[in-house]
C-alpha cells in the first residue's frame, strides 16, 4: 500500500463556487498547504482561478499539486445532459493542463433524496427508465474523460440518486470499467449503511481513487432518527476530523493493504462556510492521524 494525501476545498465549505460564505481560495490554497498537505482538488468548477498560467503559479508558489476535479452535476435529469457534458469538457481541459489525473462523479444532491440521506429503506428511487438515462449520460462522461486521459471516478453520496449499495452495485453492472473507475469514500459509506472495506474489497480492481472522511456517531444517529436532511446535518457537523467519527480506519488501512492499493487519498470534511469552523486546524488533526494510525502502519 503506498498512499499520497491530498485535501479539498470542501473541507472548507466550497460546495458551490458563488456562495458569499466562501471563504477566498487564496486562503484555502494557503491552508490546505500550511496544514501539511501536498495537493488539492479543483473544487466546483469556477471556484480556483482557470486561467492555466495563473492556477499553475498559484499551485506552486504553494508547493501543491493538483490531484482531481469533481463534476457534481444533476447526473439523473437526462434534460441537464448536454450542460453535464460541456462542463466535463472544460474541467477536464483544466485537470489535463494541470496534470491531474482524476475527474469525481457525483450525481448532485437533489430533493426528495437530500431529504432522505441515509434512509436506505424508504428512499425514493428512480425508476428503471430514468436510471437507464443516468447511465447513458454517465457512459458520456466516461467517453469525454478518455478524450483527455482522464480517469473518471464515480462516487456514491449521501442525498443523490446513487447513495447506497444496491445503487452502488447497479451503476458498476451498467457502467463499463473502461468508462468508469470508482472513488470510495469512507463517511459517504457508513452514511448510506455500507461498510467502506467490503465496498473495496468487492470493487479493488476498479478503485482508482479514495476520499479519508469521517462521521460524528452521535448525529449520524440522530439525523437518521428525525429524517434530517443532508446539508442540515453538515451544518450538524456530521462529519468530523479523522480519527474523530466511526468509521474503522485500522479496518480500512488493512483492507488497503490487502487489496495493495497504491495512490492518492483526499481528506475531507464537509462543513458549512457560514459556521466560520477552523478548517485548518481540523485539516491538521486529519492528517495527523492519517500519518499514526494509517501510513505509519
Same mark, same amino acid.
Given at each position: 500500500?503506498?498512499?499520497?494525501?491530498?485535501?479539498?476545498?470542501?473541507?472548507?465549505?466550497?460546495?458551490?463556487?458563488?456562495?458569499p460564505?466562501?471563504?477566498?481560495?487564496?486562503?484555502?490554497?494557503?491552508?490546505?498547504?500550511?496544514?501539511?498537505?501536498?495537493?488539492t482538488?479543483?473544487?466546483?468548477?469556477?471556484y480556483?482561478?482557470?486561467?492555466?498560467?495563473?492556477?499553475?503559479?498559484?499551485l506552486?508558489?504553494?508547493?501543491?499539486?493538483?490531484?482531481?476535479?469533481?463534476?457534481?452535476?444533476?447526473l439523473?435529469?437526462? *434534460?441537464?445532459? &448536454? !450542460?453535464?457534458? /460541456? +462542463?466535463?469538457?472544460?474541467?477536464?481541459? @483544466?485537470?489535463?493542463q494541470? $496534470?491531474?489525473?482524476?475527474?469525481?462523479?457525483?450525481?448532485?444532491?437533489?430533493?426528495?433524496?437530500?431529504?432522505?440521506?441515509?434512509?436506505?429503506?424508504?428512499?425514493?428511487?428512480?425508476?428503471? *427508465?430514468?436510471? &437507464? !438515462?443516468?447511465m /447513458? +449520460?454517465?457512459?458520456?462522461?466516461?467517453? @469525454?474523460?478518455?478524450?483527455? $486521459?482522464?480517469?473518471?471516478?464515480?462516487?456514491?453520496?449521501?442525498?443523490?440518486?446513487?447513495?447506497?449499495?444496491d445503487?452502488l452495485?447497479?451503476?458498476?453492472?451498467?457502467?463499463?470499467?473502461?468508462?468508469?473507475?470508482?472513488?470510495?469514500?469512507?463517511?459517504?459509506?457508513?452514511?448510506?449503511?455500507?461498510?467502506?472495506?467490503?465496498?473495496?474489497?468487492?470493487?479493488?480492481?476498479?478503485?482508482?481513487?479514495?476520499?479519508?472522511?469521517?462521521?460524528?456517531?452521535?448525529?449520524?444517529?440522530?439525523?437518521?432518527?428525525?429524517?434530517?436532511?443532508?446539508?442540515?446535518?453538515?451544518?450538524?457537523?456530521?462529519?468530523?476530523?479523522?480519527?474523530?467519527?466511526?468509521?474503522?480506519?485500522?479496518?480500512?488501512?488493512?483492507?488497503?493493504?490487502?487489496?495493495?492499493?497504491?495512490?492518492?487519498?483526499?481528506?475531507?470534511?464537509?462543513?458549512?462556510?457560514?459556521?466560520?469552523?477552523?478548517a485548518?486546524?481540523?485539516?491538521?488533526?486529519?492528517?495527523?492521524?492519517?500519518?499514526?494510525?494509517?501510513?505509519?502502519s
Amino acid at each position: 500500500m503506498e498512499l499520497k494525501i491530498a485535501n479539498a476545498p470542501c473541507s472548507w465549505g466550497i460546495e458551490f463556487a458563488d456562495n458569499p460564505a466562501n471563504p477566498t481560495w487564496q486562503t484555502v490554497l494557503d491552508e490546505i498547504s500550511g496544514a501539511g498537505y501536498g495537493a488539492t482538488e479543483l473544487g466546483p468548477l469556477g471556484y480556483l482561478p482557470t486561467e492555466p498560467s495563473t492556477l499553475q503559479s498559484e499551485l506552486a508558489s504553494r508547493e501543491l499539486g493538483l490531484v482531481a476535479g469533481t463534476l457534481f452535476v444533476h447526473l439523473h435529469k437526462p *434534460e441537464a445532459r &448536454d !450542460a453535464i457534458y /460541456e +462542463t466535463t469538457h472544460k474541467t477536464c481541459e @483544466i485537470l489535463k493542463q494541470q $496534470g491531474a489525473s482524476y475527474l469525481v462523479v457525483i450525481d448532485h444532491v437533489s430533493s426528495p433524496r437530500t431529504d432522505q440521506a441515509g434512509q436506505v429503506d424508504t428512499a425514493t428511487r428512480l425508476t428503471d *427508465e430514468q436510471w &437507464d !438515462a443516468m447511465m /447513458e +449520460t454517465l457512459r458520456g462522461v466516461g467517453k @469525454i474523460c478518455a478524450e483527455y $486521459g482522464i480517469t473518471p471516478t464515480l462516487h456514491a453520496h449521501a442525498g443523490t440518486y446513487i447513495e447506497y449499495r444496491d445503487e452502488l452495485d447497479k451503476a458498476m453492472r451498467d457502467l463499463p470499467p473502461e468508462l468508469m473507475s470508482l472513488c470510495v469514500d469512507t463517511g459517504h459509506c457508513v452514511y448510506a449503511g455500507m461498510d467502506p472495506c467490503d465496498v473495496l474489497r468487492t470493487y479493488k480492481d476498479r478503485v482508482k481513487y479514495l476520499h479519508f472522511k469521517d462521521i460524528n456517531a452521535e448525529v449520524h444517529a440522530q439525523s437518521i432518527a428525525k429524517d434530517t436532511d443532508f446539508y442540515t446535518a453538515i451544518g450538524n457537523n456530521i462529519f468530523c476530523p479523522l480519527g474523530q467519527g466511526c468509521v474503522d480506519f485500522d479496518a480500512v488501512r488493512q483492507t488497503l493493504h490487502e487489496i495493495d492499493f497504491k495512490g492518492w487519498v483526499t481528506v475531507e470534511q464537509d462543513t458549512d462556510p457560514a459556521a466560520k469552523s477552523d478548517a485548518k486546524t481540523d485539516a491538521e488533526k486529519s492528517r495527523a492521524f492519517i500519518e499514526k494510525a494509517v501510513l505509519a502502519s
